[in-house]
């Protein structure tokens, strides 16, 4: 049982279902621009399958995150909930490290999710970054990683960025250009999410 003091507040809740929901929808709308992901099991991107960020032992500890700054309390409560979330899913599995079962697809969608998350305000990287700054990171990136980040980046560059910033109710939110197949399971999960924290949580109002 989750101690009392550590279990997220109902607006720590929303915001972590917010963010999730964004960046979800971000890789999505890339993925469906660049024509990739049809290999990955694991999708909507980061809300299906185990360890996806819906569920609840994600939620417990990423939803806290912001509260203390400090590298003991990011250790014991938030890094847990990372790590448990990367050793589930498929895309951190074939993008974290060297895989010999990982396909270019599956390693283009990997560096897809790098960028994005880069895009993201993230505390625990730094915050948000613009694509110059990203370009910047990959530059200094020589692991097995680089020469996909380079596959995918100046295609992503190119696009126009989704407006995800729009999506700001759990309950109504807008297609911001992902395929409508992948736009439906979204809204399904979200709405999954949102009856399981209300049940299981006793979160109302979310």
Known sequence: MLEEELKPTAEEVRNWLISSLRHSCQVEYYLHQLKLGNGDPQRPHDLSGEGNKYSWKVIAGLAIQNRDDGLDFFQDQVLPAITFHRRYQYHHQMWNAPNSLATPDALKVGAVD???????????????????????????????QAQWFWRVFSQMKRRSQPEIKVIDDLHDFPNIGISGEMFSRTVGLTQLVLSSLTEEQGYNGL
Not at 114 to 140: K, M, P, V, W
């Open 114 to 144: 790098a960028i994005c998350s880069l895009l993201d305000d993230r505390q625990y990287q730094g915050g948000t970054h613009t694509f110059e700054e990203i370009e910047n990171i990959i530059r200094q990136n020589d692991s097995h």
